[in-house]
């Protein structure tokens, strides 16, 4: 079992950045793939990011790619994921979420979640 607490979500204006941190605790962090989603109202969850075990694979919704950057420290048991030039469609509650699988993309393969952080990006 591992806990997940995200941090770091906010209010920002289009152009903007933000840097969501996620902080796990329980069994070894090291042996979880490390995943971000996010939810809009009225919207099915999607995955935006992702980052194997060991971190030297990633995944990237195509929405994202070249604007967000996943990263993990396996010595400090957190996940990263930072957000350069927000738009509007930003718009979500985001969720950092852990996977048994070396990386995971789908939101089934998914066992953990935390409990989300609130992002929007005013235009």
């Known amino acids: 079992q591992v806990q997940l607490v995200e941090s770091g979500g906010g209010l920002v204006q289009a152009g903007g950045s933000l840097r969501l941190s996620c902080a796990a605790s329980g069994r070894t962090f090291s042996s979880y793939g490390m995943g971000w989603f996010r939810q809009a109202p009225g919207k099915v969850r999607e995955c935006v990011a992702a980052?194997?075990?060991?971190?030297?694979?990633?995944y990237y919704a195509d929405s994202v790619k070249g604007r967000f950057t996943i990263s993990r420290d396996n010595a400090k048991d957190t996940a990263n994921l930072q957000m350069n030039s927000l738009k509007p469609e930003d718009t979500a509650i985001y969720y950092c979420?852990?996977?048994?699988?070396?990386?995971?993309?789908?939101?089934?393969?998914?066992?953990?979640w935390g409990q989300g952080t609130q992002v929007t990006v005013s235009a």
């Open positions: 979420a852990a996977t048994s699988n070396y990386l995971g993309i789908g939101q089934a393969e998914y066992i953990h």
């Open positions: 980052i194997s075990k060991n971190g030297r694979s990633t």
